[in-house]
């Protein structure tokens, strides 16, 4: 995982969607779904224009979209259990997370989820044993090497660390993901409840 990777996925993408036969091109985390059209679909020759493409240094490199500050209050159980992890008080485990800039790489999983790179070494941890099946929505998440932000509730193996206090994904605007891969984001601490 990196940004570099990520950004030639980006970069990818954005001159796939355009191909002869593709139907949609969906960024993910270090790759890409290519859907196709199973009639006029020639998967040889849209292997080497791949490759083609993959090894071709001129792809376009997308630059972040906008910084993006989002304001959370940090707080809950797995904030307590984050801290016990790492060592840290619930306070410093905020500020360290809030104290990072991180890159949207993907946007999947749920509508609006966003995967973000950049947590700090100390913050990370492995995912749970077992899912929790009904994590809340509106979560700030942290797994592995990857802080996540959540808006609809469902199951996890990821730590909620706080609330984001802006709206993460609205059907009714345009487009209803708060946060597009590019993007860079910083946590601003509204408040820390231990």
């Known amino acids: 995982m990196s940004l570099e990777t990520q950004r030639k996925i980006w970069g990818l993408h954005d001159i796939a969607v355009d191909w002869p036969g593709i139907r949609e091109v969906l960024q993910g985390m270090n790759n890409l779904l290519f859907v196709h059209d199973p009639l006029t679909f020639d998967f ?3 292997s080497e224009r791949v490759t083609r493409a993959w090894t071709n240094h001129d792809i376009r490199h ?3 979209h906008c910084l993006k500050e989002m304001p959370v209050s940090y707080g809950g159980p797995d904030l307590l259990y984050v801290a ?3 060592g840290l008080s619930p306070v410093e485990v905020a500020e360290l997370h809030a104290s990072a800039t991180y890159t949207v790489f993907a946007l999947g999983s749920s509508p609006g989820f966003a995967y973000l790179a950049g947590i700090p070494e100390q913050l990370i941890i492995p995912r749970r044993k077992e899912p929790l099946l009904d994590a809340p929505a509106l979560s700030v998440m942290i797994a592995g090497e990857q802080t996540g932000v959540r808006a609809a509730a469902g199951p996890t193996g990821w730590y909620s660390i706080g609330v ?7 059907v009714h605007q345009t487009p209803p993901s708060y946060f597009l891969p590019g993007d860079t984001v910083r946590f601003v601490i509204d408040k820390v409840i231990t």
């Open 44 to 46: 040889l020759a849209f």
């Open 62 to 64: 997308r630059e972040h």
């Open 84 to 86: 016990e992890r790492t």
């Open 164 to 170: 984001p206090l802006t709206p993460v994904f609205d």
